[in-house]
């Protein structure tokens, strides 16, 4: 057993390393308009600028500092990117879990896991994790709930890294015998950290509630799960060695000097070549799934998965707080059963209100993507893949903030994040398991 621990090394992400961003703001329009935006930023093409997020009522961009003043309607949301890129690493002393691994195991050995795990308070959430410890933590998982839990893998990365799937299912024939799935993807965009944390706390939620609460024991044995915390690694360990703001993965891409495609405009649903350079944050690649993420992917849920039939897919990105249901690629396009995926979409976001009080605004993907200004700009989404091909109900849900730290949210939210989300979850289970729909 002791043999999974060899290659947790304790990586501490050193500041020289990593780009610097001292000379770098966040400044936010409140327009809803991000061609307007851009037509502000035309001018300034020589020097690097980012649009972070579009929303229905802003939309924020990353520029350098120097810029500021002359840009009209910019309020300045994060004035210090340096150290607020900083604040979200954790300190040397706290990055080890190797003693709390171990001792996990010990206790595991004359003790159920229930009862080890769950009165304990787990410092894994305690701060933003690299991906050799959350694999190590997905491999402890799996040893302690060997019943529950299997790891899967979907397929290799560019840089030859593995991209794991966790399937959960209590394997119960009898009550699921259609094999009814729930899919939650995290880490699509490399930066956003908080998505990859709170798909490891529905993992840790769902596996120690089995058999000890009424829900969880129902929600396993009724349905599957197959949960991919890190669905794009490369660009994750590159946000944790290179640069933090990472967004892509990390492909070559045919200009020599760029890297990675956007892998959530490279599924082929209403793909379309975005017109942008190789070197932009949403390039698309020049073919659908040419991103290796996307291709795999769809290669494990329609070969591997084939005979199972799924009926909801959560797909964790960040920040906005947002529930956006399809379409993505266009306003015009209606997705079926619109009442229901309403109903489901705003149960979702009254089950976050209720666990936080924090207030997640739904809509149309389609907006906040800017397609219903610009054609084209959200096509190739996993949301719109995933509900055409094969989900019944997709949602993707933009976690905290709404921009004070953006991508950039401090270790401290894990918990209270993971814990509303959770009840979006618990909502959506509740949702696909009832009878009447
Ligand atoms: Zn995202």
Known sequence: MRGVFTFLVGVTATANALSDYSDQKVCRFHTKNVTEVKLKLQKYQDVS???WTR?????????????????????VIIGDLKDTIAQTYPSAEAQSLEKHFEEVQQLLQTQDPFSVLKGRHDIFFDQFRDLDTIYTWLDLMELTFPELVKIELVGQTYEGRDMKAL??????????????????????????WIGVSTACYFIYELLTGYGANKRETKYLN??????????????????????RLWRKNRQQTYYPRCFGIDIDH????????????????DYSGEAPFEALESESWN????????????????????YSQEVL?????????????LENLLELSYGLAKAIRRKS??????????????????????????????????????????????????????????????????????YFCDFILNPEL
């Not at 990353?62 to 840009?71: G, H, S, Y």
């Not at 490279?266 to 944050?281: K, M, Y």
């Not at 290669?299 to 960040?318: F, Q, R, V, W």
């Not at 249901?325 to 059963?337: F, H, Q, V």
């Open 49 to 51: 600028t980012d649009i």
């Open 167 to 192: 399937h959960i299912s209590a394997n119960n024939q009898a009550l699921n015998p259609e094999k009814k799935t729930i899919i939650i993807t995290g880490g699509v965009h490399a930066r956003e």
């Open 299 to 318: 290669n494990y849920i329609n070969e591997s998965k084939s005979e199972y039939t799924i009926h909801g897919y959560l797909d964790l990105h960040s």
């Open 55 to 75: 929303s229905s009522q802003f939309v924020d961009v990353r520029v350098p500092a120097n810029i500021v003043a002359e840009l009209e309607g910019c309020e």
């Open 357 to 426: 009080g924090k207030n997640y605004k739904v809509l149309s993907s389609c907006e906040d993507r800017g397609s219903d200004l610009t054609p084209g700009l959200g096509s190739g989404s996993a949301l719109d893949y995933m509900y055409h091909h094969r989900a019944h109900w997709g949602v993707q849900l933009k976690l905290r903030d709404t921009g004070n730290h953006g991508f950039l949210l401090p270790a401290k939210y894990i918990n209270p994040v993971g814990k509303e989300a959770y009840g979006a979850l618990k």
């Open 222 to 243: 009724h349905l599957d799960f197959l949960i991919v915390p890190v669905f794009n690694p490369d660009g994750y360990v590159y946000t944790w060695s290179h640069d």
């Open 325 to 337: 249901y399809p379409y993505a690629y266009s306003c015009d396009a209606l997705p079926r059963d």
């Open 266 to 281: 490279s599924f082929d649903f209403h793909w379309t070549g975005i017109q942008d350079f190789p070197c932009s944050e």
